[in-house]
């Protein structure tokens, strides 16, 4: 199993997926077996591209057509991995990668290891308030 982890450096669980790197953590027998730091698009990216709405049709922001288009590049990057866990996350991004087969969960855990062996015993909780 893969899981993904918002980090930047395989240590910290970032506060908020958009401007974070991802860690891949394979799992085996209830064991880390490799952690890799995968570089993500992300809101330092599209910060320097000219500005499009990401709104859908109604105004609701990290929907609609330029949104879905950063989330599937974000996708990309985790694409092979069973579940996320981050700090925060917007919605529209959350929609999308669950909506793509992503296992979510929001976490106040700042460390990697802490979070994924909770994860490992069913011990960590998902906090849907950490959607923003």
Do not use: W
């Not at 395989?10 to 790197?21: A, L, P, R, T």
């Not at 330092?44 to 499009?52: D, F, G, I, L």
């Not at 296992?103 to 106040?108: A, E, S, V």
């Amino acid at each position: 199993m893969k899981i993904a982890i918002a980090s930047n450096d395989k240590i910290n669980v970032e506060d908020h997926f958009g401007g974070s790197n991802i860690v891949v953590i394979t799992i085996e027998d209830g064991k880390i077996l490799n952690k890799e730091l995968r570089e993500k698009v992300g809101h330092n990216n599209y910060s320097k591209e000219e500005h499009h709405p990401q709104t859908d049709a109604s105004g609701k922001h990290g929907f609609g057509y330029e949104a879905d288009k950063r989330h599937k590049a974000m996708f990309e990057t985790l694409k092979d991995c069973h579940v996320l866990i981050s700090g925060m996350m917007g919605t529209g991004v959350y929609k999308y990668l669950k909506d793509s087969g992503i296992k979510i969960i929001l976490t106040n855990i700042k460390n990697v290891e802490k979070a994924v062996n909770l994860y490992i015993e069913g011990k960590l909780e998902h906090n849907i308030s950490k959607l923003d």
